[in-house]
């Protein structure tokens, strides 16, 4: 028995992401279930397993209780957990850290609107609205309160803590849309943009699912402001390793990455590791020589 997890499409659900970072950082088994925003059911009508669920991110955990608000999925794990440390163990350091995870989930009304999450693209909005500078500044003062109590570290309470899970879409906002922050914001959103796990996602997002137009936005495009990706390509060739990095199973979609080919199991496993090869530890130590 383990946990199920309901998640929508990876370039877009700014929830989904919090959920799966939730399970992919404190390395904790679960099902995974996707759902498309671009099907012309509803989510809900999607998650059947999940009722009464109406949104993405929904765990259902081991003993059938469906949660579908972030914030209680975290709170629920931590509880369940408690040697994995999703709440920073420091008394005071665990306060800060949730009351910042519930500001989030409760505000910032107006970064949310004008900012919908999409890793796709990044945008340049030379004069951002009133209302979003205003967001973005009560951001900038939240972690800098926060970063004033941490320990050593780069995360908000200086370890990796629910708080920050609660961030990493908005990180991914003020990044991809070119919001003026201070130094240390800057600092903290580079820290998610660069997260191994956030770039796995990222990655997928990429490569899953098809693009949803109401997520374009009027501003001009501009490069991803995260790590820029070694490069990779699609190819035929015999690949150096006749199993799946990720599943053991036959290699059967191959990447070239200077000028040595890769195997894969299927097109995802192959597309996702194109899309950021470093990204994927197991694919790293094939290539290093070190799995
Ligand atoms: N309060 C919820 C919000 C979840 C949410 O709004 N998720 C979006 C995807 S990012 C969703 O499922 N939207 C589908 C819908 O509203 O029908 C949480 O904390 O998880």
Same mark, same amino acid.
């Given at each position: 028995m383990t946990y199920d997890l309901a998640i929508g499409d990876y370039a877009y659900s700014s929830w989904s992401l919090r959920g799966w970072l939730l399970f992919e950082k404190y390395a904790i088994p679960r099902h995974l279930h996707l759902v498309s925003? $671009?099907?012309?059911? &509803?989510v809900a009508d999607q998650l059947p397993d999940f /009722?009464? /669920? %109406?949104?993405?991110?929904a765990v259902r955990t081991p003993d059938g209780a469906v949660v579908s608000e972030s914030l209680a999925i975290i709170e629920e794990l931590s509880a369940r957990h408690p040697e994995l440390a999703i709440w920073p163990s420091a008394p005071k350091n665990r306060a800060i850290a949730r009351n910042l995870a519930a500001e989030m989930h409760s505000g910032f009304m107006a970064l949310r609107s004008a900012c919908p999450?999409?890793?796709?693209e990044a945008f340049i909005w030379p004069e951002p609205s009133a209302d979003v500078l205003q967001d973005v500044a009560r951001i900038e003062k939240i972690w800098a309160h926060a970063r004033a109590e $941490? =320990?050593?570290?780069?995360w908000l309470l200086g370890a990796y803590s629910g708080a920050d899970i609660m961030f990493a879409p908005v990180a991914a906002r003020l990044a991809g849309y070119d919001l003026p922050m201070s130094a240390l914001a800057r600092d903290y959103v580079t820290t998610h943009l660069s997260d191994p796990a956030f770039r796995r996602w990222r990655a997928m997002g990429l490569v899953h699912g098809p693009r949803l137009h %109401?997520? =374009?936005?009027p501003h001009p495009l501009t490069d991803w402001p995260g790590p820029t990706p070694l490069v990779a390509k699609a190819s035929d060739a015999t690949p150096?390793? /006749?199993?799946?990095?990720?599943?053991?199973?036959? &290699?059967t979609h191959m990447l070239e990455l200077n000028g040595r080919t890769f195997g894969f199991c299927n097109a995802f496993c192959r597309d996702k590791t194109l899309a =950021?090869?470093? /990204?994927w530890p197991a694919f790293m130590a094939l290539v290093n020589g070190t799995d």
């Open positions: 925003f $671009a099907k012309d059911a &509803s /009722a009464p /669920a %109406r949104t993405v991110p999450m999409n890793l796709r $941490a =320990d050593a570290g780069p %109401r997520y =374009d936005q150096e390793n /006749a199993a799946c990095p990720y599943s053991g199973k036959p &290699s =950021d090869p470093e /990204a």
